[in-house]
């Protein structure tokens, strides 16, 4: 995908096309000074249920005003309404005093953030304002919660299983801590508003055999955060649920490499993100919506994690989303996005940069 939307770049007149380690593209146009990034990541998740499709999941089939397959709304549809809209903005004048970058990143479904991370800090590219394109159903999103991953480990003595009284079961020692979790998630949910959440995502244990005393156990967390949970909040929060026992946390790093063969690490502390209606680009891209759809824009917050996590979380750049498509189809079978959201889009973005 990445070489397709390289030619096609090229072929719309581009001024200039860069990579970087991680394997994303970046179309840039115009040279202005205020500097504005549109982001859309390439990669999907998996399709293990092909068979249950009523279209082909990589066939891009069009029914009934609505184009089927994996990646339609997840995110594909904005990534080719982005790449079109800069070839718009080549002719409809939105490249006076601007230098505009059409990202399509990669790595984002498996290490959130880290191929837009690694293709701004890689090609050295300083921005005033990003949008992440990311499904919208043509809403504005103005922020989102943050997301971590933490373990936590407890370590036991392995015996043998007719003798348990022998060992030290190390799953065992994890239950006071499992019943922590589930009274925290208790209370998160009972928040108003816009709440945090904790689940516990997986559990594994070691032992010689299936007859043996388990002699450690690991858990893993999934933490959705507001803007108050920071890393400070985080720690005591942590701290709290292995309180008094010999059990151990830790943030979970996530290890791979990208399809380059360029090495990838995730430290899966990714922090909430918000932009106030009264930021320039917020107030710009409100007024784009107007103008183009002589309504007021519907803001919200996206309750997933998407690549602001670099751009407004960990670098601290101005961030909104808009996108084609409906986020509760991403990675669902029969996947799909409404035709004229991509249209739509398009439109919207050639012509924000004018309100910035």
């Not at 407004?312 to 004229?340: N, R, S």
């Not at 439109?347 to 309100?355: D, G, K, V």
């Amino acid at each position: 995908m990445a070489w397709r939307i390289r030619r096609e770049m090229e072929k719309l007149g581009y001024d200039d096309v860069l990579c970087d380690g991680s394997g994303s593209v970046i179309g840039v146009l115009g040279n202005g000074p205020y500097h504005i990034l549109f982001d859309s990541h390439m990669d999907t998740v998996a399709v293990t249920d092909e068979t249950k499709w009523t279209y082909p999941p990589f066939g891009g089939e069009i029914h009934d005003g609505k184009i089927y397959g994996r990646g339609a709304s997840d995110m594909k549809g904005s990534l080719a309404a982005s790449v079109y809209a800069g070839a718009l903005m080549k002719k409809n004048g939105a490249l006076d005093g601007k230098t505009v970058y059409i990202s399509c990143s990669a790595l984002e479904e498996d290490y959130d953030g880290e191929g837009t991370y690694q293709a701004i800090t890689e090609n050295n590219i300083k921005l005033d304002a990003v949008v992440i394109c990311e499904p919208t159903h043509l809403k504005i999103s103005v922020g989102q919660r943050g997301r971590s991953v933490f373990c936590i480990h407890t370590q036991g003595v392995s015996a043998h299983g007719a003798a348990p009284e022998k060992g030290v079961n190390a799953v065992y020692k994890m239950a006071e801590i499992i019943d922590r979790i589930h009274n925290l998630s208790d209370r998160l949910m009972q928040r108003e508003g816009m709440h945090g959440s904790i689940v516990l995502s997986k559990i594994e244990s070691t032992q010689v055999s299936v007859n043996a005393v388990p002699d450690s156990c690991t858990i893993y967390i999934d933490r959705r955060t507001t803007m108050e949970e920071d890393e400070a909040y985080l720690t005591k929060e942590m701290d709290e649920l292995v309180a008094g026992t010999d059990a151990t946390w830790e943030v979970y790093d996530v290890t791979g490499e990208s399809y380059k063969g360029n090495p990838v690490l995730l430290h899966s502390l990714l922090p909430a993100w918000e932009i106030k209606e009264e930021h320039p680009l917020a107030k710009g891209a409100m007024a784009c919506y107007e103008a183009l759809f002589a309504e007021k824009p519907e803001l919200y917050y996206w309750d997933f994690s998407t690549n602001g996590v670099a751009t407004a979380g960990k670098l601290h750049i101005p961030t909104i989303g808009f996108g084609a498509g409906i986020e509760k189809m991403a990675h669902q079978t029969d996947e799909y996005c409404p035709v004229e959201d991509i249209i739509q889009a398009c439109e919207y973005f050639s012509r924000l940069p004018q309100y910035l």
